[in-house]
């Protein structure tokens, strides 16, 4: 019995019987007890629960056509995949090459698909692209909500993608795809120092709000928007408040705030932006010119309220010089006001007399 190799193959199993390191057959289950005297057979037990047959020698066991009817053989070129499912459940994406699965114990499906058309679409996408070994063989890429993505290939645009998920196949083309973010944005347009047109130096703070109107002009157009129009923003803060002297500014800045805006806007037009909102946050004075600011306004202050009082006093004057006249020209009246002053005089509780040169007597006997 030493001339005879003994081999147990179980009814899942499958012998690859070679001789001489060729290729013989197929050795089905049971014991088979092989004549080899010299040691030159050898059988590779296989399972056939395990479908996907992987050998060194598999162009040789195929091209025997042993396997005809007993396994499913795909051969990829290098623009094709395959997609395998096994017993109706996705199993994985093969690349270009030589593949054979067993048919007998399981039930197996290969879905060849041309990988010419760089981005993959399948029913079952999601299903496919969440599989453990996808990223192997594709380009994944999750656009999420809003956002588009700006799909490219090879350098050249191809679409505008809305949000979700998307794949193209590895090594056939060069896919990109760039995130671009549609919600409303904020652009802080950080201190920047102007001088106005007298020679006074602001610090400034400016605020851009905008939103991506046009994706592919935002990306395509300029390296970075966004950077782009931070940089247009300090431009336009600066030739506007370069054009005027200080007071201009300080009392037109509503006017201001509107040419920058405008020159913003009209920049972030080319660049594929909306712009929504434009406004200058701070201004900053020099120590020195606050001093001087707060000096000129206790001044104006001081006259302001100096120019008020003598206004106050014309107009007491002007009252008593009219009283005055109207007292001279109606001695009846100049009468009642006497009265008037006496009477007060004697409501106080007390009235005092005190009688001085002739001729005053008379005067305060006639008016009481």
Not at 106 to 113: G, L, N, P
Not at 319 to 333: C, V
Not at 342 to 351: D, F, H, N, T, V
């Amino acid at each position: 019995m030493m001339f005879f190799k003994r081999v147990h193959i179980h009814t899942y199993e499958v012998g690859l019987y070679f001789r001489d390191g060729e290729f013989r057959g197929l050795l089905g289950a049971g014991r088979h007890w092989l004549f080899d005297p010299l040691g030159k057979i050898r059988v590779d037990v296989v399972s056939q629960r395990t479908p996907w047959l992987q050998h060194e020698k598999l162009d040789v066991i195929v091209k025997s056509g042993v396997l005809a009817g007993r396994a499913e053989v795909v051969d990829l070129k290098d623009y094709q995949r395959a997609l395998v499912w096994v017993d109706s459940r996705f199993s994985h994406i093969l690349p270009p090459g030589l593949y054979a699965y067993w048919t007998g114990v399981k039930e197996v499906r290969i879905e060849v698909v041309d990988a010419r058309q760089v981005r993959f679409e399948h029913p079952d996408f999601k299903v496919i692209v969440r599989s453990p070994h996808a990223a192997q063989t594709l380009d994944i890429c999750s656009v999420p909500r809003s956002h588009v993505g700006v799909a490219f290939q090879d350098g050249e645009y191809v679409e505008t993608l809305p949000p979700g998920e998307y794949a193209w196949w590895r090594g056939v083309a060069d896919a990109k795809v760039v995130d671009v973010d549609l919600r409303e944005q904020t652009l802080d347009v950080a201190g920047q120092e102007i001088m106005t047109a007298d020679k006074v130096t602001l610090r400034m703070n400016a605020v851009v709000t905008y939103r991506v109107v046009d994706a592919r002009q935002s990306v395509t157009v300029a390296e970075g928007a966004t950077q782009s129009l931070y940089r247009e923003a300090q431009l336009a803060l600066r030739a506007v408040v370069a054009a005027r002297d200080l007071d201009s500014f300080l009392t037109d800045k509503d006017v201001v705030t509107g040419e920058f805006e405008e020159a913003v806007r009209r920049r972030a037009g080319e660049l594929g932006l909306q712009v929504v909102s434009v406004g200058v946050r701070d201004v900053i004075l020099p120590g020195d010119m606050k001093d001087l600011m707060n000096k000129v306004t206790e001044a104006k202050k001081a006259a302001e309220a100096n120019l008020i009082v003598r206004r106050e006093e014309t107009a007491a004057m002007r009252s008593q010089a009219n009283t005055a006249r109207l007292l001279a020209d109606n001695p009846t009246l100049m009468r009642l006001r006497e009265l008037e002053v006496l009477e007060r005089i004697a409501a106080s509780g007390k009235l005092n007399v005190v009688l001085g040169e002739k001729g005053l007597a008379d005067r305060v006997v006639n008016l009481l």
